[in-house]
Nanobody
């Protein structure tokens, strides 16, 4: 069983920055992929960024490229999402997820709210 605990959300003004953290426990080979998703009110959940513990590659949605960066600390089993130049449209609940591959996320965190004021 894998547990994910997110932290770091909050209220920030447009143009500001936040860093989200996702601490994973019980990590096994089934949880090689780690990702961030978000869901705004009335909208579908969307992919934000991802990486694999077994690879140096990272992946970011076009809407956040150049502003958001996913990274990891292997020793802490923690994945981060550094969010810069935040916009009101980035307001959403941000979820951490993990799974065996980049296309299959089996475990999800509880979510953390990010609110960007204009």
């Amino acid at each position: 069983q894998v547990q994910l605990v997110e932290s770091g959300g909050g209220l920030v003004q447009a143009g500001g920055s936040l860093r989200l953290s996702c601490a994973a426990s019980g990590r096994t080979f089934r949880s090689d992929a780690m990702a961030w998703f978000r869901q705004a009110p009335g909208k579908e959940r969307e992919f934000v960024a991802a990486l694999k513990w077994s690879s140096i590659n990272t992946y970011h949605a076009d809407s956040v490229k150049g502003r958001f960066t996913i990274s990891r600390d292997n020793a802490k089993n923690t994945v981060y999402l550094q969010m810069n130049s935040l916009k009101p449209e980035d307001t959403a609940v941000y979820y951490c997820a993990t799974g065996q591959s980049l296309d299959d996320y089996e475990y999800w965190g509880q979510g953390t709210q990010v609110t960007v004021s204009s």
